[in-house]
């Protein structure tokens, strides 16, 4: 069975600062690994995706995030805040092709100028 | 290009009363669909998903139904509502035949139940 588990519920930065969003993941074969993002009342927009090739994954607006195997861990970064990056950010596994995604209960990022 | 759309995006009921949310995706065909309920504060939680034409799934037991007339349109429903199908509910679609299960999601519609 897929799990996963977003460590943090909220994490709070300093403008220009970097961010750290951390997840582990839970899983019984290679799997598919998400970062969405959701602004208040809005649907939820794909940041980046690992799909077992490059373990470094760089997504929209200076987002990345790296697989790592030994830790079970998709933990995702950007190198420095913006104002605009004050969300919620979900972790999302996909165990095997077609099966059913699972999503992570969600980090609020707040970003103080 | 896909886009998909959610109908409407507030509603406000009174308990006991029916609902139907629309869910409509353009620019794709054969889509698999999906509703999920997100309450405050919390993850999202599956409730509905769909491979074709009048075939669904439901994933939790609940208070709510859904149904594909149509193939790219979703509907969520209920007889009669209770005060905890309050939440923002979002419906998301995905190529049938992607094996990555990226989904794409609706705005959203943000349901309150009183």
């Known amino acids: 069975a897929q799990s996963v588990t977003q460590l943090d519920s909220h994490v709070s930065v300093s403008e220009g600062t970097p961010v750290l969003l951390r997840c582990n993941y839970s899983?019984?074969?290679?799997?598919?690994l998400f970062w969405y993002v959701q602004h208040p009342n809005k649907g939820l927009q794909l940041l980046l995706k690992y799909t077992s090739a490059a373990t470094l994954v760089k997504g929209i607006n200076g987002f990345e995030a790296e697989f790592k195997k030994s830790e079970t861990s998709f933990h995702l970064t950007k190198p420095s805040a913006h104002m605009s990056d004050a969300a919620e950010y979900f972790c999302v596994v996909s165990e095997t092709s077609g099966s059913r995604l699972t999503f992570g209960e969600g980090t609020q990022l707040t970003v103080n100028p | 290009s896909q886009t998909i759309h959610q109908w409407p995006a507030t509603l406000v009921q009174p308990v006991g009363s029916p609902l139907s949310l629309e869910c409509t995706v353009e620019g794709t065909s054969n889509p698999n669909l999906y509703w999920y309920r997100q309450a405050a504060g919390r993850g999202l939680q599956l409730l509905f998903y769909?491979?074709?034409?009048?075939?669904i799934s439901s994933e939790v037991p609940q208070n709510l139904s859904a149904s594909r007339p149509q193939d790219r349109q979703f509907i969520l429903s209920s007889k009669k509502l209770l005060l905890s199908d309050s939440g923002f509910y979002l419906c998301a679609w995905e190529t049938g035949t992607e094996h990555y299960n990226e989904q794409f999601f609706g705005p959203g519609t943000r349901l309150t139940v009183l």
């Open positions: 769909s491979v074709g034409i009048g075939q």
């Open positions: 899983s019984s074969y290679s799997p598919s």
